[in-house]
């Protein structure tokens, strides 16, 4: 099993719990991200940088990803191939992607897709709260627990 974190738009507080948990149990889980966000060097974590093509995370991560593994995105996309190939994928607040759950998140995309193209604005998500990372860190360990047999 592999953990792999799509860490262009992941919130340090995440990749800490992702980290500290995945310690627990013995792996060391994969920060992908475009060399636009190139940072120190993670503990305790195997950092790939990809170029800054708009989509190069999350092809280094479909094409990374195998049956059983667990990926944290924030991108229903992604999540979507992710389920597709037998993995799990979890968002940075926490909320476990289903395959029931995003033919919708994705319509919801394409809308604000189309807003934003015709000039229109929407607002961004909102700052990560205490129990959005409260939710992540539950259901994280959860998925880690369910599929690594602890």
């Known amino acids: ?36 966000h190139f940072s120190r060097r993670e503990e305790h974590a195997q950092m790939i940088y990809v ?36 993995a799990r994928a979890i968002s940075h607040r926490g909320k476990l992607y289903t395959a029931d759950k995003l033919p919708e998140l994705l319509l919801q995309r394409h809308i604000l897709a189309k807003v934003r193209k015709s000039g229109g604005r929407h607002r961004g998500p909102a700052k990560l709260s205490k129990e959005d990372l409260e939710r992540f860190k539950a259901n994280f360990c959860a998925l880690l627990c369910s599929e690594s047999g602890c």
């Open 1 to 36: 099993m592999q953990i792999l974190v799509d860490a262009d738009a992941c919130p340090g507080a995440v990749k800490a719990v992702v980290k500290a948990e995945t310690v627990k149990i013995g792996l060391q889980p994969l920060f992908i991200c475009s060399n636009a």
């Open 51 to 86: 170029d800054r093509h708009p989509q190069a995370v999350d092809l280094a991560i479909a094409n990374r990803v195998n049956p059983g593994d667990i990926v944290v995105t924030g991108d229903y996309g992604l999540a979507a191939l992710v389920l597709g190939k037998g």
